[in-house]
């Protein structure tokens, strides 16, 4: 194969911008997929993707493309999500590729995850090539957008490409402009083995499936591969690529191809994304330069509903783990839900989805907890500790410095909502940074807020004060110190963890006060009162009462003497006070939902 008609590249946008749609056209341009199997969404092969509408996990394909100047150039698309809770499944894409597709929505123009993905890009040192997508739409503004891409990213006029991926028109544009712009990927076939792991996948058949990127020297199924982070060794059982959305068996890939490889691995927690595949006879000296590792910013405990299912979503977690690297998880004990485990998400859609998939691809029923950020806490002796749970924070007397996470917030909204957007923001404790006039009718705004107040319902409020038309996205930039509470949710003098809060304290007696009064109407009556109570350090903050379900225990009694409703009564009044002292209080499962959106 001549490697310099190799063309590694990814599409990278805005989500709802029309990068799976573009994705479609590009395989049917290129004839990897028959007209009459055609779909939509064609790389997105999960359920929920199609559902959502959205890409959730990166593919990778291999196509043949006819070039004007006749070769036939071979392409790689690695296809990448869209929202800013899957920017880890986008930088591990990029970190393989040489080029990037930048798609723009004609209506919509550039926004916060547009500027994001293209930082990204320009990090990894890619070709971009800018294109405004959905030029057939009637509220298309072409001109607006083109001066976006040519102020903000410095794009000349002449290289922004116009298309209609819906349509597939301009669609062989890009595809020429890919041929010729994207370079050829480097390295050389004879130099030792240097194969990068940018994504993985669980067969029950074949164990771990891993997907890798030969950056140098030439890799065969004879080959004894060694993972230069693990320091484990397996011998190769298959060799292929995939090609027209099916895998192909090869004997060896070269320098700058992409493919995957299966090696009978068992047991997932082996396989590391952006660990650095060798030959064991002839290792390279040192691991490829890893692409940017993306730490958790929320956690929360996911607790099987029935107890005897903790080993199968223990299992269910391990294989989840494989195609998602930024998830994490360890055990945890609960006093109300029993065994289950802590995890880290990228944020709360990210939360949301892997829910979705066990319960889904693994037949479980499960209970979340409420999301924590990661607290530093400072001890008194100066031991620093990382929290993210309430049940792990010190007494108040041993803390002598509390810090929360905070990130670098950048909106783009209308001019319009700059009042609205600004006012709630600096309410959620945000602080202004600067400003930058995007046209006649968008701006770009920089804030600075703590990540605990922008992870639950945020982008849903900025998307409803913009009536649709803003856009978020965050970066982690530090600790800053804060006064830090945790505020606790009695039920009959018992504490249930699973509504335990840490929380800045300005912010407590308000969220005490709705955490209460929501489970208040949550909480069916029971044959006894039911107390519900916030307190923080044993101080009871909020408070509301659930009146008992009433019973006519003297219904039947037809005449006699009133000394027999009285010994009935009486019989009720001291079960009903048994009941408060043993009973246990009936929380459905919908409540914690609930609370979750508070």
């Not at 070769?71 to 869209?82: A, C, R, S, V």
């Not at 669609?171 to 076939?189: F, H, M, N, T, Y």
């Not at 609960?334 to 989805?353: D, K, N, V």
């Not at 990130?407 to 202004?432: H, S, W, Y």
Request: with cysteine.
């Amino acid at each position: 194969m001549d490697k310099s008609l190799i063309r590694n590249f990814s599409i990278i946008a805005h989500i709802d911008h029309g990068k799976s749609t573009l994705a479609d056209r590009i395989l049917e341009l290129t004839g990897a997929i028959d007209k009459r199997h055609l779909q939509e969404q064609l790389l997105d092969d999960m359920e929920l993707e199609r559902e959502r509408g959205i890409t959730i996990k990166a593919s990778v394909v291999r196509l043949n493309y006819q070039g004007k100047d006749k070769k036939t150039y071979i392409f790689n698309l690695i296809d990448t999500p869209g929202h800013v809770d899957f920017s880890y499944e986008v930088s591990k894409s990029l970190s393989a590729c040489e080029g990037a597709v930048l798609v723009v929505d004609a209506a919509q123009g550039v926004e916060a995850q547009t500027v994001a993905n293209f930082d990204l890009a320009k990090e990894n040192k890619l070709k971009i090539i800018p294109v405004i997508n959905k030029i057939d739409l009637s509220n298309a503004d072409i001109e607006r957008v083109k001066n976006q891409l040519i102020t903000m990213f410095d794009f000349k006029e002449e290289e922004i490409l116009l298309s209609s991926a819906k349509l597939g028109d301009g669609v062989d544009k890009i595809l020429a402009r890919i041929a010729s712009d994207v370079l050829a990927p480097g390295g050389q076939e004879e130099e030792p083995l240097a194969c990068l792991v940018f994504d993985s996948r669980f067969d029950v058949f074949k164990g771990v499936t891993i997907f890798i990127r030969v950056m140098q020297g030439r890799i065969t199924t004879r080959s004894q591969i060694k993972f230069m982070q693990q320091g484990s060794v397996h011998k190769i059982e298959e060799l292929g690529i995939i090609k027209d959305l099916k895998p192909l068996r090869v004997d060896s890939l070269a320098s700058g191809e992409v493919g995957y490889l299966t090696a009978n691995i068992r047991d997932p927690q082996e396989v590391i994304i952006g660990d650095t595949i060798t030959d064991l006879g002839n290792p390279a000296e040192c691991p490829l330069p890893g692409f940017r590792k993306v730490k958790p910013l929320v956690f929360c405990g996911i607790y099987p509903v029935n107890s005897g299912d903790f080993l199968r979503l223990r299992e269910a977690m391990e294989k989840l783990r494989l195609s998602d690297a930024s998830f994490v998880y360890e055990p945890e004990n609960s006093q109300s839900f029993g065994y289950g485990f802590r995890c880290g998400f990228l944020g709360l859609l990210h939360m949301e989805i892997v829910q979705e998939r066990l319960e889904r691809e693994y037949d479980l029923n499960l209970i979340l907890t409420v999301p924590n950020v990661i607290y530093r806490i400072k001890k008194e002796n100066g031991e620093i500790l990382e929290v993210d749970s309430p049940q792990e924070l010190p007494c108040s007397s041993e803390i002598a410095q509390a810090e929360e996470p905070f990130v670098n917030l950048l909106m783009i909204i209308p001019i319009q909502d700059i009042e609205a957007v600004c006012n709630f923001t600096k309410a959620r404790r945000g602080a202004f940074e600067s400003s930058e006039y995007l046209g006649e009718d968008r701006v770009k705004l920089n804030f600075t807020a703590p990540l605990s107040e922008i992870i639950v319902d945020f982008y849903d409020r900025i998307k409803s004060q913009t009536h649709g038309y803003g856009s978020i996205d965050y970066e982690f930039c530090g600790y800053r110190p804060c006064e830090l509470a945790k505020l606790e949710i009695m039920l009959n003098d018992l504490v249930c963890d699973a509504f335990s809060y840490l929380i800045h304290k300005d912010r407590a007696y308000t969220k005490a006060q709705a955490v209460v009064s929501k489970l208040k109407d949550l909480i069916p009556r029971q044959l006894f009162e039911v107390r519900i109570q916030a307190k923080i350090e044993n101080r009871i903050i909020a408070s509301e009462k659930i009146r008992p379900v009433g019973k006519n225990v003297t219904a039947k009694c037809y005449g006699g003497d009133i000394t027999r409703k009285r010994k009935l009564w009486d019989i009720q009044k001291k079960g009903k006070k048994r009941l408060k002292r043993f009973g246990k209080v009936e929380i459905p499962q919908e409540a914690f939902l609930e609370i979750l959106k508070i």
